[in-house]
Structure formats: structure tokens, C-alpha cells
């Protein structure tokens, strides 16, 4: 069971920096942000990541990463039983705040790339494309994670197997309160 909660514990940086940039294109204020990672470019004729990566969400990824390891520090350190669930890595040491940066542009860059084989394939930009709209940012996530630290295999399946899941039931969540147009 620890091992089931220290992975939910590690990916949630990335797992909320996923959630972030469809609420960052909210806010006016970050509207010069909103501007293509892909610069409007192409790649045999169809737009490399599409309209919707933005820089705005990059950056929005990556400060919730972080601001969600700074949670976590605060939490590792005034809470002997999550400090004991996740002592395989010192959230008690600043340099975890890279772990959540790492998190957060990865599961960003694992979204955009797979924007990429999408459009490349045909898919168009908000239509689904199962099962990988729902594992492009845990990929991402996993492996720019790997720059800080290496888990165990078992972490990574946990991570994988749950954050698919909580995927599928936020999206369709979305659906069941009309935010989204199709139920996956």
C-alpha cells in the first residue's frame, strides 16, 4: 500500500500541471503567453504540436509543478506519516522543487508530442485518440522525472495504471458537466 500512495505522492506534481494550461488560457492577463510552441509552423503540411501548446500553458505547467513540490515539502516536513510513506526521496531538500519543474514540463512536453503524431496521423486538435490522450503526460512526466531519479518499475506501473484512470474519470466528468463534448 506505501508504495501505491508514494507513487500517487510523486507524480502529482505532473498530474496537476497536466490539469493547469486549460484554466491558464483563461486568464487575461497571460493572453501574450498564448502564442504556439510550434510558432505556427508545419511539418508535411500539418502544424507541428497546433494552436493549442502554448507557452502560457508550458509556464503554467511548469509553476504548478513546483508550486505543488513546495506543497509537498511543507507537507513532508510537518507530517511524520507522509514523510514515512515517501522517505525514498528527501522532500525535505530544496532540489525537490526541480523534481516538480521536471514533473510539470514533462507532462507538458509528453501532451505536445503527442499532439505532434496526432496531427500527423489526422486526428484533429480536440477529438480523442485513446488510450494515448490519457498517457501522453505520464510518459512525459516519467521521463523527464528520470533527470532527478530512478524508481523502482513497480512505482512507474502504479503511476501509469492510476494516473490513466484518473484521466478517464476526470474527463468524463467534464462531460457529465458539459466543460467537455465527448464523454473520453
Do not use: C
Not at 160 to 168: A, D, K, P, Q
Amino acid at each position: 500500500m506505501n508504495d501505491i500512495l508514494f507513487a500517487l505522492w510523486f507524480f502529482a506534481p505532473a498530474g496537476l500541471a497536466n490539469t493547469v494550461p486549460v484554466f491558464a488560457a483563461r486568464i487575461k492577463s497571460l493572453d501574450r503567453l498564448g502564442k504556439p510552441l510550434d510558432g505556427g509552423k508545419t511539418y508535411r503540411g500539418k502544424r507541428i504540436f497546433g494552436a493549442n501548446k502554448t507557452y502560457r500553458g508550458l509556464l503554467a505547467a511548469i509553476i504548478t509543478g513546483v508550486f505543488i513540490a513546495m506543497i509537498q515539502m511543507f507537507v513532508f516536513s510537518s507530517n511524520s506519516w507522509v514523510a514515512a510513506i515517501v522517505d525514498r526521496i528527501d522532500y525535505g531538500s530544496f532540489s525537490i522543487l526541480l523534481l516538480g519543474g521536471l514533473l510539470g514540463t514533462g507532462a507538458i512536453i509528453g501532451d505536445a508530442l503527442k499532439s505532434f503524431f496526432k496531427r500527423q496521423i489526422g486526428v484533429d486538435s480536440g477529438k480523442s485518440w485513446f488510450p494515448f490522450d490519457q498517457i501522453d503526460y505520464v510518459i512525459g512526466g516519467i521521463l523527464f522525472s528520470l533527470l532527478y531519479t530512478v524508481l523502482d518499475i513497480e512505482i512507474y506501473t502504479y503511476i501509469l495504471l492510476f494516473y490513466f484512470v484518473l484521466h478517464l474519470l476526470a474527463v468524463y466528468g467534464g462531460w457529465l458537466l458539459n466543460i467537455r463534448k465527448d464523454p473520453i
